[in-house]
Structures are given as C-alpha cells and as structure tokens.
C-alpha cells in the first residue's frame, strides 16, 4: 500500500480474507489457500474473529517500524488489515480504560515464532505507555529480560535456530494510568536434558557457546576455559554455529542486558563460573577399579579437571571427588555408604550437571523478577504473555514431549472454554438469541493424563514411588492394565485385541489420541526423567562449596535440614505448576495468537501445505472458525456500520442526524436484505452470512466511485476559484508592494539629496576654519622661525667676535714671539760681528806683532771655537725641547684616545639600538589585558634576558592595573575562582564551562523576594549561598526539588514549593566529605559524621547545575569556620549511607541517543546508576 493511501477497515483492499469467518467456502482445503495467498502477497497475520494467526515469514518485513505502532495505536481491532499489533492494542486499552487484566496466549509448534510474536507485543506495549525517566527504566529492564533468558534457556534445534527450551509466562503490572510497574517471570520445565546431550543437528543452550566466542582471554584463563568447542564432551561439534548469528556479538549483548536489568558485576561473574564449571564437569571421566570383595568402583582419571572444576566452585577437591565415588543412603536412623561403579559415576556427574544448570536458570529468573519487580504496594492491572512450546510430534517422543503435548492440551481447553464463553457471553450481553454449539472437548485426553487416580502421571509417579524393582516396562505395563479400554489410549500390549497386530506400535510404546492428532511415545527415560534425582552426597558437597551462589542453590545440602522425604517427581512439579498458570489465566481476559510454521527448510517465500494444513489441524483453526460462525459470522457497531455504509443510501448519505441504530435499520431496509441475514443487538449489527457482507462491501465499491467522481468535480471547482481569489490577492498584493517601492525610492532620493547639500556646507564651513586655524598656525611657526634665525645671528656674532679676539691674541703672541726671535738673531749677530771683529784684531795684530803675538792668535781662535760651540749648543737644546714638548704632548693625546675612544663608540652604538628597540616596542606593545599572552619578536640576540624580563614586568604591571579596578565583592569573587581552580582543575569534565560564568551567591534573591520573607526570617545567619537543587530519592532514583541554602556556619535543604519550611540543616563541622564524578554531571552526596543528629537520615546525594559554585562556597566556608579542609572526592563510583544501607552510586557515560542530560535509575536495592551524556 502507499504511504497516500489511507486504509480505514478490513475489508479495504484486502488479499484473500483477513477472516477466517468470512471465508466462503469454509473448508480445510479453502483456508489453507487462503493462508497461502496471503501469505504469497508477504500478509503473515489472518484473523480468526479477535484470534489472531502469524506465519513465520523467516525473514525480516518492512511492518514493524515506529510508522506502524503509531498507525494502529488507539485504533479499532477491525479498523485496519490484520496484524499483531491490533491484538496487542485492544489488549493494552482494555486494561488501560476497562481496568480489565489481559492475558496474551502464544502458542505454536517449534519454529512458528512464538518467540518473535511475544518480542513484538512487549515492544508495542513500550512503545505506547507513557514516557519518563522511571517509566522507561522499568520497559528497558522488561525487553532486556529476553536476552537473558534466551540465552540461558534458547537452543538451535532441527526446527528453529533459536528454538525456547522452556515456557515462559510474564505478568507484566501496570498502574492505572496505563504506565508499567514492573513485571514477574515464571518459568516451566527447562529442558535440561539437553546440558549432557543433544539429538544430532541441534546445540546445547546459547551461552554456552557465547561464552567461549565473545569472553576476552583474560575472562577465559579466570574461568579456567578455552576457545575451542571440541575441548569439551557436553557440546555437539556438527552444530556449534549458527548461521546468520555471531556468537560473539550475542555475548556482549547479553552481559549489557543482564548489566540493564540490575546484576551487579560480582553477580554476573559467578553465573559465568557456574556455566564454566557445568562445561567442564562434561571432561571429567571415569575409570573402573575392583575391590579384594568384588565390588566395582570406580575413579577420576583425570584429576586436574576435578582441581580446575574445584577451583571454580570454590570446592575442596576430596569432597567432591568421594561424591563421585560413593552414595550414602539414609534411612531412619542408619547410613549406608555404597560405591559407584562407572556408569553411576557417569549417571551421578550428568545429574550434577543437570541440576546445576536448572537451579541457576531458575535462580536466574528469581533475579530478574527481583530487579523487574514493581516497587509499589498500591492495587496493579496485569497483563500476561504466554510464550509456551507448542504442541511436539517427533520421530521418538520421549518424557518431555509427553508434558508438553499435556499442557497444550489444557491451554486448547481453556482456549475452548474461554473462546465459547466470550461468545456467548456477547450474545448475552447485546440481547441475542444463543444457540449451543457442538464442538470437541478434549477434557477426556486431560483426564486421562491428570486424573489422580488413574491418570498416566499418577501412575508414573505411583512407579517411581514404589519400592522394588522399578523400570520403564513395568510403567507400561501397568498403563495397558488401567487404561487398555480408553478410547484414547492404544499400546500393543494392552488388552485390546485390535492392537496386536498393528507393527506401527512398537511394543515399548504407548499412543495417545490428542486433539491434534495422535503421538507415539517411547517409554525409554520415562521414570528417570520423572525421577530426576540428584544424589544427596553430591547436593551435600555443593552446600560446602565457598562460593557464595552455589550454597544458595543447593539448601537442601545443609546437613542441619536433611529431610529424609523423598521430593517431588518432575511431573508433579509441572502439573502443579500447569494447574497454577490455568487458574491463573481464567482470571484474564484472554488474546490468542496463532502461530504457524510454513516449511521445514527454514527459508522464506516457502509454504508447505501438508505441514501447514497438519499444523492448522492440531491447533483446532477449523474448529475456532466453526465455533465463530456457529451464530453470526460479522458483528460491527452500529455508529461504525452506518460510517462505512451509509453513502448507500439517500437517507443516511451525507449524514445521518438520529441515533445509529435508526440509521442502520433505514439503511438495511432500503438496500432490501432479507430480515433473516441479520440481527440488531444492544449494540451492534449482526450478519449471519459473509454473502452478505461483501454484496454490501461490492455496492460500496461501485459507490465510491460516483462519489469519487462528485469529489472530484468539486475539487476542481475549488482549485479553480482559489486559484483565482490567490492570483487576485497577489495582483494587489504586487501593488501595493509597487507603490510602497516607488515611495520609498522617491524618500531616498530626497534624503541623499539633502544630506549631499548638508555634507557640502558642512565642508566649506570645515575648511574655511581649517584654513584660518593654518594661518594662525603659519603665523606662530614664522615668529618662532625669526626668533630663532635672530637667536642665531647673534650667537654667530657673538662666536665671530670670541673668535676674533682669539686671533688677536695668538697674532699678538705671534708677533711678540717673532719680534723675541728678531731680537734674538740680532744680538746674535751682534755677538758673532763682535767675536770676528776680536778675531781679526788678533789676527791682524798677531801678523804685525810677530813672535810676541802668537799666543793672543792662538787664544783668540779658541775662544772663537767656544763661542761658536756654546751657540750650536743652545740651538740643539733649543730645537731638542721642542720636539720635546711636541712628543709630549702627541703623548698624551694618544694615551688618551686608545684608552675612552672606543667605549664612548660602543656606548654610542648601544644607545642607538636601545634607543630604536624601546621606539619599536612602544608602538608593537599588546593590550592591557591580563590574559593577552601575546608579545613583540626580540629583534637582536643579546637582548634576550631583557625581553623576556619586560615580558614579565609588563605583565605583572597589566595585572597589577587589572586588579586596581576591582572592587572588594569583584575581589572575593575571583579568590572563589582562584579556589574552584585549585579543586577541580583537571578533575571535573564540568568545571572548564563554569569558568566564564560568574559566581552570583544569592541566585533566588531570598532578601529581596517577598515568596521566601518567611524562610529569611528564619535564617539567622547571610545567606552565601541559594538556589534549587534535585535531591535524589534512594528509592527508585528520581529527584525532588528543594532550595539549597548556605551560610558560614551550616547548610539547609527547605521545601521549594511552599518556600516556607525548612527539611534539614546541618553544621558544618558535621560534614566530613564531598563526594562527586570525574564527568559532565551535576550529582554529588554530602557525608555526614556518624553519630550526629544530622546523620540519622543519612547522607544527602543531590543533583545541581552550579555543582562548581556549591563545593567553593562549602569548601570556603568549613575552613573558616573549623581552620581544616573539607575532603573532596572527585570519582565515578562512590558509597552514600541511606539510613541503614549503603548505596552505591555509579557514573557511566553513553550516547547522546538518551538526551542531553545526565539522569538517574535505580538499577537494584544497592546500586544507583547516573547516565551521563558523551561530550
């Protein structure tokens, strides 16, 4: 169907019949076409009246999407085609608005989808209920039971990859709004035969092998395991995977169900010890011995199995190796202690086994129902899911198909009764006349089965009980003495003749004539298996086990009970249990479902219409038709008989304005149906024949086509004239929109027109003041300029004259200098005319004088000689001490330059670097605030340590400004910061958000709203701290608001609503620790100290927004008020005292599939889990 087509009954577009009761002709042959043709067009559910029939389509069908829950929620059970969802919702309103408890029966052989149909109702009823936090919680934990339990109790059999081992009844409680409470789980006969052997082509129980697939090697070394199937004896190698299934994946899966529905983690690894025990108790073998007195016996031969198995079972290795061994048999007062050949050793460690395996199942089951439970006292509605194994015909049929095929026969009893009752009773109640109905009563088989006295099961447990030699053959051979002349009874040995000759009955078989057809069961293991003993020895060394779970298993191995009464069989067990579960369904109101397997290949597009008509034969379809027919085949309200048919009519077309029943009456009559085909009751119409029926569904269809064509015209003429009202509308729409532009663009033109005008005077008038304050400028710059040029020429003058006069002076010294040398040069050659004047004196008179003047001659040459050397003398000294005094001086100067020169160079060029930097750094600085972490390059090398000691003295001189600016509220604020850094910086996955967000105190004004002036009055102390915080309710997780008030002394938890009342207080000096998570949430518990008057309620586990804010604040004030620190715990699994208990308080984080917000569920008594959303 497409999505636009809209389907409002049954019988629209139906393939086939969606009835059974409308099928014509009714015949085996016409039903089974008919479920093949739908079946063909993929329509898997047929109804018979409110039975609803599910073929197995062994693949997935695109109907089970949220698009379909919604399509049939709140609608009537005929309203739409049929499916299992109308079941599952007329259920869940009936008990919703008629507070009547329902009861879902499935039923069905092996491989029909039992389990898949339960699967379904219970994720429609999910889907439908109400909505919450807690709501949710208790559906979540309801659909992860399935997993447990398929797991521990579902097998691949020959017929079904996921075949149910056991039945399961669930009674799921609601409250009456219609949300569910909780729900409790019984379990019947697991087939537990099935741990110690397999029938070829089939696997023992799931976990089996998902346990050695999906466990990490490090769970396998703890449990003493390896990945290898063919290690162990109790798992059949021909079968161990199954297609289309990752046993792997599967385990995962069930560890996060059991993790779900409330097993702790301690929990879950001692079921997986159990299972790993029950896996290697398969390996242990044993090896005969004989005594010096002939007596067999026999012992372990492989003794590190036993250790290993042991180990695991926390067992001491010699007591359960002499379980093994030996029985003790007790009667009265004597103990008798015999040994055990092989075979009994082989029987007793299957036994074990077995027994092991059942008890954890069954205490699997107590453990669900524990977590599942509702919690509330108050009066529940119920409504149960019976997913029980169908009726079972086998090649060999043994014990538990004899027990299975029993309690079919009591639900197609009840089936019977309760289907005949319902009808009847409708009949009753809407006035028409009832008419008894013949039909079979398979009471007669259910009495041949239970009856107490000479019923099989009474007789077989009358076998097991009596003393002496007790076999199969002689069970048998007392049923061919008391039943041999029941008409559903036959044995070849009985007393009836008829029998003796028919090979088909073999001789160590009985045949039962069920209302399915008849079974052949083998009598092999019939009083074993109704036996089902366990040795005492063996539940005695289970009871002294260490392991906490295998002594709560086996109480009946505490040596302080020993009760010397023998227990009950297996089959009183079941048919007690059984007569439980029928009393219990008569209190219901039943909804049946049917399901059915098309072929035994387990493929689709498959229908096999020998193995569905066999099918249809043992589940009494035919008979359920006949029953339904039996009186009027289709009954419809009247309001809903008159909606679909009234367009056949001029009277009632378009609408009829009297009651329904008036309209119908006028509708029938006009259309003339003859009076007998029909009935009127309180409140329905009753059809005697489907004939009927569909000559008013073909004239409605031929109606429908008038009125789609009226429709049609109508439509058209509609279409037409909107279409001409919109084109009218947008043409003065347009309009308008037009005018509206044109004045708008006409007002911008104005506008730029004026502020052009506007920008131009504006100009002028700024220019003209430019220009004379340029003037005013020009004529202060040329005053400056002439005062300096005068300043100038007089220093220049002033400078001329200095050095004038400097010249001068030298000149002078010149002068005088030059006139010293002149007179210097004159005397000297005064003094040298003089010396040669003497000489020539001399000289001449020596030649006039002779001898007598030789010796003035002589003297006067020498004292010429003297003189001459005397002058050269002082010259030399003379010119030497100048050259003198200038090497000097060049000395000095020298001296001087190579020792300052290059230092004021180097300073100099220090200078102009430092100089440039600082320039550069003035205009590169970064701003002034704190947090600006930015800073100019370093331009040279040897500025490093300067740099970075800017850096900081800048930043230290930033923040030295930064904190100038604040207040002494702004001061204390930050110092809350500062503290809130210190706790939970890098601790708390919050804390980076709360970082930018101030921290306000007083968030609900207490001072200033007049709603809390009571609760102000009230407290003594200022108030640092208020606002709403969820306390957390230990008992099932949710949270209650109340205003959370702290001051330097204590704290106080008041009610939010009236905002008057105050809860709790607590000092301070009480609290001993905080405790929170490492993630995202807004959880926290506040300890008390023991022994106060605070701590007699508890610890307080409480849920805020501004978690950061609080533990500040509280830690703050504990310190000044006690001068020690409040421990702080920051962690993701933490302990909170409730009164007497302690509670466990979990963190784990998840998709945000689940919301945005961290929530809280109650999980189990001890443990709180908070989901917290992934970042």
Not at 11 to 28: Q, S, T, Y
Request: charge should be positive.
């Amino acid at each position: 169907m497409s999505k636009m087509e809209v389907k409002t009954s049954l019988l629209d577009n139906m393939i086939g019949v969606g009835d059974m009761v409308l099928l014509e002709p009714l015949a085996e042959e016409s039903f089974i076409k008919n479920l093949r043709k739908r079946f063909d067009h993929n329509e898997i559910y047929t109804y018979i009246g409110s039975v609803v029939i599910s073929i197995n389509p062994y693949r997935a069908l695109p109907i089970y999407t949220p698009d379909k829950v919604e399509e049939y929620r709140n609608r009537n059970f005929y309203e739409l085609s049929p499916h299992i969802y109308a079941l599952a919702d007329e259920a869940y309103r009936s008990l919703r608005d008629q507070d009547k408890d329902q009861c879902i029966l499935i039923t069905g052989e092996s491989g029909a989808g039992k389990t898949e149909a339960s699967k379904l109702v219970m994720s429609y009823v999910a889907a439908v209920c109400g909505k919450g936090a807690e709501v949710n919680q208790v559906k979540e934990q309801l659909l992860q039971s399935n997993p447990v339990l398929e797991a521990f109790g579902n097998a691949k059999t020959v017929r079904n990859d996921n075949s149910s081992r056991f039945g399961k009844y669930m009674d799921v409680e609601f409250d009456f709004k219609g949300d569910p409470l909780g729900g409790v789980i019984s379990n019947y006969l697991l087939e537990k035969s099935r741990v110690v052997k397999q029938p070829r082509g089939e696997r023992n129980f799931h976990i089996f092998y998902q346990l050695l697939s999906g466990a990490s090697e490090d769970m396998l070394k703890k449990l003493k395991l390896e990945r290898d199937f063919s290690k162990y004896n109790y798992l059949s190698l021909d079968s161990a995977t199954v297609t289309g299934v990752d046993d792997a994946v599967c385990f995962r899966t069930v560890k996060n169900a059991m993790q779900i529905v409330g097993f702790m983690d301690n929990e879950t690894q001692s079921v997986l010890e159990l299972v790993g025990a029950v896996l290697k108790l398969g390996n242990i073998e044993f090896k005969p011995e004989s005594r010096v007195n002939e007596v067999d016996e026999s012992r372990v031969k492989d003794k590190n199995e036993l250790k290993e198995i042991c180990e695991l079972l926390g067992i001491e290795q010699s007591v359960l190796e002499r379980a093994f061994s030996f029985r003790t048999v007790e009667a009265k007062q004597e103990k008798v202690s015999t040994t055990l050949n092989v075979a009994q050793a082989y029987y007793a460690r299957d036994a074990l086994a077995k027994n092991l395996y059942s008890r954890l199942f069954t205490w699997l089951v107590n453990r669900i129902n524990e977590s599942i439970k509702a919690q509330t006292k108050k009066r529940k509605k119920v409504m149960g899911v019976l997913d029980i194994y169908g009726f079972e015909i086998f090649e060999e049929n043994s014990f538990e198909q004899f027990i299975i095929n029993y309690c079919n026969e009591k639900l197609q009893q009840i089936f019977i009764e309760l289907t005949l009752k319902e009808e009847q009773e409708e009949y009753i109640r809407e006035d028409i006349e009832w008419t008894h109905i013949e039909y079979f009563n398979n009471s007669v088989i259910c009495d041949l089965i239970e009856n107490n006295t000479n019923g099989i099961m009474a007789m077989l447990d009358e076998e097991c009980l009596r003393p002496g030699t007790v076999t199969d053959s002689t069970f048998l051979e007392k049923l061919n003495q008391i039943c041999a002349d029941h008409q559903h009874f036959e044995s070849r040995m009985s007393k009836s003749s008829k029998f003796l000759n028919d090979h088909s009955l073999p001789h160590n078989c009985f045949r039962i004539q069920h209302y399915a057809g008849k079974v052949l069961y083998h009598v092999d293991g019939f009083v074993d298996k109704n036996n089902d003993l366990l040795y005492r020895d063996l539940s005695q060394a289970m009871w002294k086990a260490n392991h906490s779970l295998i002594k709560s298993l086996f109480p009946d191995g505490n040596p302080a009970k020993i009760n010397l009464k023998r227990p009950p069989t297996a089959g009183s067990q079941f048919k007690a249990s059984v007569a439980t579960l029928m009393k219990n369904l008569q209190t219901k109101n039943p909804n049946y479902i049917r399901c059915i397997k098309p072929n035994d290949q387990k493929a689709s597009h498959i229908f096999t219409d020998s193995l569905v008509c066999h099918q249809v034969r043992y589940l009494g379809l035919m008979e359920n038709v006949r029953v339904r027919r039996a009186g009027y085949a289709f009954r419809q309200p009247y309001d809903a008989c008159l909606e679909r048919y009234k367009m056949l009519c001029k009277q009632t077309w378009p609408h009829w304005r009297g009651q329904a029943r008036d309209g119908v009456e006028v509708l029938l009559k006009d259309l003339q149906i003859p009076e007998d085909e029909y009935s009127y009751g309180r409140s329905k119409i009753f059809i005697r024949n489907p004939r009927t029926l569909f000559s008013l569904e073909e004239q409605r269809k031929r109606r429908l086509h008038g009125l789609a064509t009226l429709i049609q015209k109508i439509y058209r003429g509609w279409k037409t004239r909107t279409h001409f009202l919109l084109m009218k509308s947008s043409q003065v729409t347009v309009a308008a929109w037009y005018r509206r532009y044109a004045q708008q663009t006409k007002y911008k033109k104005t506008k730029s027109s004026a502020i052009m005008v506007q920008s131009f005077i504006r100009g002028w008038k700024a220019r003209k003041i430019l220009r004379d304050l340029k003037y005013q400028k020009r004529c202060k710059e040329a005053v400056t300029t002439i005062g300096a040029y005068w300043h100038g020429t007089q220093a220049r003058r002033e400078l001329r004259r200095l050095k004038e006069e400097a010249r001068n002076r030298r000149a002078v010294t010149v002068i005088w200098a030059s006139w010293q040398g002149t007179k210097a040069h004159t005397e000297l050659g005064r003094l040298k005319e003089e010396a040669r004047n003497k000489t020539l004196v001399y000289i001449t008179w020596g030649w006039y004088g002779g001898e007598s003047g030789s010796l003035p001659s002589f003297q006067a040459r020498r004292e010429l000689k003297r003189l001459k050397e005397e002058a050269r003398c002082k010259h030399a000294v003379a010119v030497i001490w100048a050259y003198w005094l200038g090497l000097k001086v060049r000395r000095e100067y020298r001296k001087f330059f190579r020792a300052h020169a290059g230092k004021r160079i180097y300073a100099f060029t220090i200078q102009r670097i430092m100089q440039k930097y600082f320039l550069e750094l003035k205009n590169k600085m970064p701003s002034m605030s704190p947090c600006d972490k930015t800073w100019p390059a370093r331009p040279y090398l040897f500025l490093d340590s300067t740099h970075r000691e800017l850096r900081r003295i800048f930043h230290l001189w930033t923040c030295k400004k930064y904190r100038g600016q604040f207040t002494d509220q702004k001061k204390a604020i930050y110092e809350e910061k500062l503290e809130a850094s210190e706790i939970f910086k890098d601790k708390k996955a919050l804390y980076p958000s709360s970082v930018s967000q101030p921290f306000q105190g007083d968030y609900l004004e207490i001072n200033k709203n007049p709603r809390y002036q009571k609760l102000n009055s009230l407290v003594e102390e200022k108030i640092i701290f208020a606002d709403i915080v969820n306390k957390i309710n230990r008992a099932n997780g949710k949270g209650a608001q109340r205003i959370f008030l702290l001051t330097k002394s204590k704290f106080m938890l008041a009610d939010q609503k009236s905002g008057q009342q105050i809860k709790s207080s607590v000092p301070l000096a009480e609290l001993t620790s905080v405790s929170m998570s490492t993630q995202s949430d807004g959880f926290f518990a506040l300890r008390v100290k023991e022994g106060t008057t605070a701590a007699a309620k508890g610890d307080f586990l409480l849920n805020s927004e501004r978690i950061i804010e609080i533990i500040t604040k509280l830690h703050r004030a504990g310190l000044d008020l006690t001068k020690e620190k409040i421990q702080i715990e920051i962690t993701d699994e933490f302990l909170v005292q409730f009164k007497q208990d302690k509670v466990c308080v979990k963190f784990i984080q998840n998709g945000p599939k689940n919301g945005t917000m961290a929530s809280c569920k109650r999980k189990n008594n001890r443990l709180l889990e908070v989901t917290v959303p992934s970042p």
